[in-house]
């Protein structure tokens, strides 16, 4: 079984968001990386009517190159001062990475595959093709695939002694699509696939991603110098589809880092 898998919705988390009224008091004690992780899944799957699909359908799949690394460090921090037993079990248990994808399925009561991808390439590429090939197979009718970054203090450290700069443009964000099968559902496009190829190059180049470029129907854009650049670039461009020119079905984003291809369709 193979079926056509289609994007039917797409959330870009905005810079002021507002946890939902029936969120707070579950999302009281999360931290950021979970509250946007749910908030734009919610948002994202709020978007679609109303079907049939039982929880068990459906997969949660997260993409990120840092993860909750301030909570990390907040965890690790606490375990040096306090010692061994003191430690915040809330504050440990939401430094695990898959503990949003946990907080995802149990809030919008998903009980299919939950996963957490970690790459400091193009994690949500990667996390998107999982989807796509359990949708595509039958495994499950719907995925939410989520791309999240909160970044941290360290990171931005590094990144002003790289380029002996006092900004870093980098900016907390999230971005939720869903993937159903064509034909179940109206959508954006159809997503074909998505190859990507991976190069050995120096650290700094995937902290700063020099030369990060987007290219499709005709237009190469250069991208920001941050983890979610080529996600919000790629949520924009699809969700402008229908009134781009069908030039060619193929975006491609290149870096020094790789190469990766997305293959759409009308």
Known sequence: MNVPVIVSAIEQLPRDYVVPDELVRDLRRADAFIQMAVVSAFAAVSRLPADKLQPEEVGVFIGTAFGPLETNFESLGSLIDDGEGHISPTLFSHSVYNAAAGYVARLLDIRGPAMTIT????PFLIAMEE?????????????????????SALLADA????????????????????????????????????????????????????????????????????????????????????KLPQLSNCWSIKASFGLAEINLDR
């Open 159 to 242: 990144y002003r002694r790289f380029f002996q700069v006092e900004t870093v443009p980098w900016e907390r964000s999230a971005v939720a699509w869903v993937l159903e099968p064509a034909g179940a559902a109206k959508g954006f496009c159809r997503l074909q696939g998505i190859n990507i190829k991976e190069f050995e190059v120096e650290p700094a180049d995937l902290l700063t991603r020099r030369g990060e470029t987007l290219t499709g129907c005709g237009a190469v854009s250069e991208l920001a110098r941050h983890p979610m650049a080529y996600v919000s670039a790629l949520s924009e461009a699809v969700m402008s589809f229908d």
């Open 131 to 151: 989807a796509r090939l359990a949708v595509a197979s039958g495994r499950i009718g719907r995925a939410v695939v989520i791309g999240v970054e909160t970044y």
């Open 119 to 122: 790459n400091y390439g193009w």
